[in-house]
C-alpha cells in the first residue's frame, strides 16, 4: 500500500501532465483550424487546373504524348512519403509510415525497385532502420508553414528525376483529411499524369486557341499539375496531423483525468484507513487503561 | 447593357477575384492581349506582368506572376503563382528588392545559375513598382 505522501505526489504529477496536453490539444485546434482554411482554399485553384488539363490531355492523347503523360515500362518507381516532424500525435506517423514500408516491401504494382523520398523527420526514423538503403532524401522542417515554394521545389526535382527516367512512376503517400478524429491513409499516382481520373465535361469539344502553341502550353502546365499535386497532399497532411494530434491530446487529457479521479478515491481511502487505524489505537489505549 | 466577362483568379493560396468585368488585358507570354465578351476559346500562359480590367469606367491593376489563363463562353480563368491588386502592394519593399535584385545582378555573371532567378526577381519587383503607380 504506498503511502499517502506517495499517492499525493502521483496525484500532482499525473495534474502537470494532464495540463500539458490540454496544452497541446489547444494549440492544435488552432493550428487545425489554419490548416484547414488553407486546404480549402487552395481547392479552387487544383480543381480548375484539373479542368483544363483534362480537356488538353484528352486531345493530346491522339497525338504524340508529352514525357509526363506516356506510360513507360515498370522498372523503378518512388514513393514520396508525408509524415510529420513532430511525434505525439497518434498514428498517424506509423500508419502513413507502415504503407509505405508495404509498398515498397510487396511491390503490388509489379516495379523492379521502389526507392523513397521522404518529408518529415518521422517518417525517416520509422523507415531508416527497415528499408534504409531504398531512402534517396529526406526533407525536414517543411510541414509546419507549408508554402507552395516547397512544392515547386519538391516537384521540379520529381519531374526531372522522371524525365531523366530515372524513375518510371511517382506515387504519392499521405494521410488525407477527412475530419478532426478521421485521417485516411492515400496512396495516389502523380507521374504520369492520368487525366482520366477528372469528371469529363459535357462541352468537351471546345477546341481552343492555344498560345503560344498547345505543346507549349502543355509543357508549362504538366509540371504544374504535379506541383499542385504535391502541394494539396502537403497541406491535406497538415491538416491531418493537426487533427490527429489535437484528438490523440484529447483523449490523453480524459485517460488523465479519470487516473486522477481514480487516485483521489484511493488517496481518501488510505486518509481514511488512517484515521480509522488511529482511532482504534487510541480507543484500545484507553480502554486499557480502565 | 453589353455581355460582360466572368473573371476568376486563382492563386494556390486562395480565390484573389470572382468579378463581372467588361474588359480585360493580360500580358500574355509572346505580348499583351485584350480580351472582351464573346471572345473565342484560347488558353494561353502567361509572363511576369500586369494585368488589367475594367468594371465600368474604373480601371483595375494587378501584378502576377507566372500562370495560365483560360477563357471558354466568356468565363475568363486565370490561374497565377502570385496577384497582387495596386492597392496590396508594399511599395517600399517592392523598391528594396529591386535594390537587391539590381546589386546582386552586377556581381553575377550571366552564367551563373542564380543569374535567371535574380533576373525574375527584378522583372518582378519592377511589375510591382510600375502596377502600384497605377493606384488612385
Not at chain 1, 78 to 88: E, K, P, Q, S, Y
Not at chain 2, 83 to 111: P, Q, V, Y
Request: net charge neutral; proline share 2%.
Amino acid at each position: 500500500m504506498p503511502s499517502l505522501k506517495d499517492i499525493k505526489k502521483r496525484i500532482s504529477s499525473v495534474k502537470n501532465t494532464q495540463q500539458i496536453t490540454k496544452a497541446m490539444k489547444m494549440v492544435a485546434a488552432a493550428k487545425l483550424r489554419r490548416a484547414q482554411e488553407a486546404a480549402v482554399a487552395a481547392r479552387p485553384y487544383a480543381n480548375k487546373l484539373q479542368h483544363v488539363l483534362a480537356n488538353l490531355a484528352r486531345r493530346e492523347e491522339q497525338q504524340d504524348g508529352h514525357p509526363l503523360l506516356t506510360q513507360r515500362e515498370k522498372n523503378r518507381a518512388l514513393v514520396i512519403l508525408l509524415t510529420a516532424d513532430r511525434g505525439l500525435c497518434g498514428g498517424f506517423n506509423a500508419n502513413v509510415s507502415k504503407e509505405a514500408e508495404r509498398f515498397i516491401r510487396n511491390n503490388k504494382e509489379g516495379f523492379a525497385q521502389v526507392d523513397a523520398l521522404i518529408i518529415g523527420r518521422k517518417g525517416r526514423d520509422f523507415l531508416k532502420n527497415r528499408v534504409g538503403d531504398r531512402i534517396i532524401k529526406v526533407y525536414e522542417d517543411v510541414t509546419g508553414a507549408v508554402s507552395f515554394k516547397t512544392a515547386q521545389l519538391i516537384g521540379e526535382e520529381v519531374v526531372q528525376m522522371y524525365t531523366e527516367e530515372t524513375y518510371d512512376a511517382v506515387y504519392v503517400i499521405y494521410n488525407a483529411f477527412q475530419s478532426a478524429i478521421v485521417q485516411n491513409v492515400t496512396v495516389e499516382k502523380v507521374l504520369p499524369i492520368t487525366a482520366a481520373e477528372s469528371e469529363t465535361q459535357s462541352n468537351d469539344t471546345v477546341d481552343y486557341l492555344y498560345e503560344p502553341d498547345r505543346a507549349e502550353v502543355l509543357a508549362q502546365i504538366l509540371p504544374k499539375m504535379v506541383e499542385v499535386q504535391l502541394f494539396r497532399a502537403l497541406l491535406e497532411s497538415n491538416a491531418s496531423e493537426q487533427g490527429a494530434r489535437m484528438s490523440a491530446m484529447d483523449s490523453a487529457s480524459r485517460n488523465a483525468s479519470e487516473m486522477i479521479g481514480k487516485l483521489t478515491l484511493q488517496y481518501n481511502r488510505a486518509r481514511q484507513a488512517a484515521i480509522t487505524k488511529e482511532l482504534m489505537e487510541i480507543i484500545s489505549g484507553a480502554e486499557s487503561i480502565k | 447593357m453589353a455581355a460582360k466577362l466572368k473573371l476568376e483568379m486563382v492563386t494556390p493560396y486562395k480565390q484573389v477575384l470572382s468579378e463581372e468585368v467588361d474588359e480585360l488585358t493580360l500580358p500574355g507570354l509572346v505580348g499583351e492581349l485584350g480580351i472582351l465578351p464573346g471572345h473565342t476559346p484560347i488558353l494561353t500562359t502567361l509572363r511576369v506582368g500586369e494585368l488589367s480590367y475594367k468594371i465600368g469606367q474604373q480601371q483595375f491593376h494587378v501584378a502576377v506572376n507566372w500562370g495560365y489563363v483560360e477563357v471558354d463562353d466568356d468565363v475568363v480563368t486565370v490561374l497565377v503563382d502570385t496577384a497582387e491588386r495596386s492597392d496590396e502592394i508594399d511599395l517600399a519593399r517592392a523598391r528594396a528588392a529591386l535594390g537587391r535584385a539590381e546589386d546582386a545582378l552586377k556581381t553575377l555573371s550571366e552564367e551563373d545559375k542564380s543569374y535567371k532567378v535574380m533576373e525574375a526577381a527584378l522583372q518582378r519587383a519592377m511589375i510591382r513598382i510600375q502596377v502600384a503607380g497605377k493606384k488612385k
